[in-house]
């Protein structure tokens, strides 16, 4: 047995006779040579979460031990004094039994504390307060004896068939963050919800088990309580002016307006009714940075110096009204981007809950670092004048769900801060795949108690996850990745986070050396059919990714600094083993709103290959470690309105399609740097003689602006009888230098005379 599941657990000891090499110690003995004189012992009429609680710890002792302990009511029983409630035999008693209550008083117990105690009549006491708090106890005792909740589907079970535990240990923990959510989709299986005691609104905890808990109308949520379809005509004053013109459109509330406070004051409460068990409600702004900006907005916000103080003034006002009917619901709102800075003066009501989002910090370094000096005073503001604090954190790339993100320093010393600033409730966000178990797990952990080591834990994970003789090098992978990130000093924010800011070919090809060292031992060590190389199967798509996302770049750097490539050799082949892995995994969405574009991804990929046949006239005498052709199958289709078709005329038959009910929703992220000229071989199909057909550019997306725009006309796309070619043509966007972080966009003209134009390929040619 690893002793490594044992090293983080101080104050409570763990007897396992087996690994101790001894069999006498002193202490409750549950086990013996594979038997237990031990039984579960559980209320008369207990709840479902004490059965499950019960059912949960027989099943996962016997697989522990071998030894099969009986479930037991007090009455069936029969050997319990019915004076003291104390048990002649030995028993674990789960729950809120008569026998428990002699000793526990449940009354004064947190919703998830959970007391756990041996006595020393080999008594073992395992429950907690109203909704999770058995079901907590239960799972932390089973740690406790080294049993591990990895995934939903893989734990570590350690095997012996004698378990002692010392008499006279008590064990009292109530986690300081009461609201507990990991937002990743592996996370929310309802057993690992339990297991790991997360308790967020998308975990899936029956009610009948105590339930997650559910935020009512979850958030951005203006528009759920006044939708401007039913209000918008006749009260257009209601909602935001911008520009001195009412809007409904992507915008927002107008805050300081009386009438309209009063409807959503109906529409909540009346909504309250309908749902009288709601503990929090959810009043927050849309997810858009259009305020109102209308001269009483404007005056008060002006006045507090910050747009929050419109925010929190109609919500204190809603929130009173709330509290006269409802005085057990809290009324959450958002501290997201434009509303993060505290008013001078404007106070939350105490039902008021404030979540205070992260969303433009860097997840490099902690939120305490310097980086990110202004969320650090938000926090902190916020802490000092509010009663109910929760934080939503991101522990994503939106832009790329799979590929490397080396954010895991960090994980562990902001959780630690949240709590230590009085945070009560954290949601981490944390879509995507790349160490998503390993992620998932240890914020669970942190989650439940702060003041764990979250190296340790990782180094745990590590170990159990993907087994001792790969873990080293795993652990030198993530170094690698994380070393190279910091030195860079790169910004890692949830948008645009790409490893061309930070990944160079050499740490590529370094950290590619460890993995492959990893899978190499994994094979030597468990097979291929094992779990833990399935793990890291799943696990080395990430660099696998940055591969093929940067294939000709790589390359190409490769050949300009004069060192090895340690990429895949085959394009093609590499692509279809990268597609088939990800569907095996479940894995669909390569980015933020891409539910479904695995597949054009790699057939972009494949067809990188093709589109280089052929190269036009101006390329002809540029050597080729200057010029990237990419076919347009790699861009991203924001909202997948353009369409892959095939087409004769293009040089691998086939084309991005771009129609009318298609604006700009065509992207290309730049997986490189620098000065190039960039070329776009395009069609169209229509009537339209005299119109804009189509405008493309680059747009710098840190800066947020335009680096170059380039409209084309009717008139260039026809030939000499007023007629649409057919063909594909070459047009020039110019030298551009090409920022760390951008993307390459095209938008159809929108003119209804014109059925479409098509790409064909894009060529840059570095200078």
């Not at 090499?21 to 004490?50: C, M």
């Not at 004896?145 to 734990?155: E, H, K, N, Q, V």
């Not at 562990?412 to 390993?438: R, T």
Request: some cysteine; aromatic content about 12%.
């Amino acid at each position: 047995m690893n002793t490594r599941f044992f090293s983080f657990y101080g104050g409570w000891i763990i007897s396992v006779a087996v690994f101790l090499g001894v069999s006498n110690i002193f202490g409750a003995q549950i086990a013996r040579d594979g038997e237990s004189d031990y039984q579960i012992l559980i209320p008369d009429s207990p709840t479902p979460a004490e059965l499950k609680a019960a059912e949960e710890l027989q099943y996962f002792l016997r697989e522990m031990t071998g030894a099969q302990l009986n479930i037991i009511g007090e009455q069936e029983a029969g050997d319990i004094d019915p004076k003291t409630a104390e048990p002649k035999r030995k028993y674990l008693a789960v729950g809120a039994s008569q026998t428990a209550k002699q000793h526990i008083n449940h009354e004064d117990l947190k919703p998830d504390e959970i007391p756990i105690e041996v006595l020393p009549n080999d008594l073992i006491l395992l429950t907690g307060g109203k909704k999770l708090g058995t079901l907590n106890a239960v799972y932390v005792f089973l740690e406790k004896l080294g049993i591990r909740f990895w995934t939903a589907d893989f734990s570590h079970i350690p095997k012996t068939a004698d378990l002692r535990v010392e008499n006279g240990l008590r064990v009292s923990h109530a986690p300081a963050l009461s609201y507990r959510a990991v937002y990743q989709r592996q996370a929310w299986d309802t057993d690992y919800s339990l297991r790991n005691r997360l308790n967020g609104h998308r975990h899936r905890i029956p009610k009948e088990l105590g339930g997650n808990e559910i935020l009512l109308n979850w958030v951005h949520s203006f528009y759920h309580y006044l939708p401007p379809s039913k209000y918008f005509e006749a009260h257009p004053d209601w909602y935001a002016e911008i520009n001195g013109k009412r809007v409904s459109d992507n915008s927002q509330l107008c805050l300081t307006n009386e009438e309209m406070t009063r409807e959503v004051i109906r529409n909540v409460l009346a909504e309250l009714r309908e749902k009288p068990n709601t503990r929090i409600l959810d009043l927050s702004q849309n997810d858009n940075r259009k305020p109102c900006v209308c001269s009483k907005c404007s005056e008060l916000d002006q006045k507090e110096g910050s747009q929050a103080a419109s925010l929190i003034q109609f919500v204190n006002k809603v929130a009173e009204a709330v509290e006269k009917e409802f005085p057990n619901v809290l009324v959450e709102t958002l501290a997201y981007q434009y509303t993060r800075k505290i008013p001078k003066t404007i106070r939350p009501r105490d039902n008021v809950l404030i979540r205070l989002c992260s969303i433009e910090c860097s997840f490099l370094k902690p939120l305490d670092d310097p980086t990110n000096a202004e969320f650090a005073k938000d926090m902190e503001d916020w802490r000092k004048i509010s009663k109910q604090l929760f934080v939503w954190d991101y522990a994503t790339n939106y832009h790329d769900y799979i590929g490397p993100f080396p954010n895991l320093r960090a994980i562990g010393p902001n959780i630690k801060y949240f709590v230590k600033n009085g945070c009560i409730g954290l949601f981490e966000e944390a879509e995507g795949d790349d160490f998503a178990e390993l992620r998932n797990w240890v914020q669970a952990q942190l989650m439940w108690d702060a003041s764990l080591d979250p190296e340790k834990l990782k180094a745990e994970f590590l170990e159990g996850y993907y087994g001792s003789e790969a873990a080293p090098f795993i652990q030198k992978y993530l170094d690698a990745l994380h070393d190279r990130a910091e030195k860079v000093d790169v910004y890692l924010g949830c948008f645009g986070a790409k490893t061309t800011k930070w990944l160079d070919l050499e740490t590529m090809n370094k950290a590619q050396r460890f993995m492959n060292q990893a899978v190499e031992a994994s094979q030597k060590a468990y097979g291929e059919n094992s779990p833990y190389f399935r793990h890291l199967r799943k696990t080395k798509l990430a660099i696998d990714s940055v591969w093929l996302y940067r294939y000709a770049s790589l390359q190409h750097e490769a050949v300009k600094k004069n060192l090895p490539y340690e990429g895949p050799k085959d394009l093609a082949a590499a692509a279809d083993d990268f597609e088939e892995t990800c569907a095996e995994f479940g894995i669909h969405a390569p980015s933020i709103g891409q539910s479904n574009a695995i597949s054009q991804i790699t057939a972009g990929l494949k067809q990188n290959a093709a589109v280089n046949r052929d190269l036009p006239d101006f390329c002809k005498n540029i050597p080729s470690e200057r010029i990237l052709i990419l076919s347009p199958l790699m861009f991203l289709n924001v909202s997948n309105r353009a369409k892959m078709v095939n087409d004769p005329a293009a040089v691998a038959q086939k084309a991005m399609k771009m129609d009318i009910s298609v604006n700009w929703n065509l992207q290309y992220h730049p997986e490189f740097t620098g000065k190039y000229r960039i070329y776009a071989s395009l069609r169209c199909e229509g009537k339209e003689k005299d119109q804009k057909i189509c405008t493309w550019g680059l747009y710098d997306t840190e800066k947020k602006r335009s680096v170059k725009t380039l409209p084309q006309f009717s008139s260039q796309f026809m030939n000499e009888d007023g007629k649409f070619d057919s063909n594909y043509r070459w047009f020039d966007l110019g030298s551009v230098e090409i920022p760390s972080n951008c993307y390459l966009w095209f938008a159809h003209g929108q003119s209804p005379d014109l059925d479409a134009f098509f790409i064909d390929r894009v060529i840059f040619i570095a200078e």
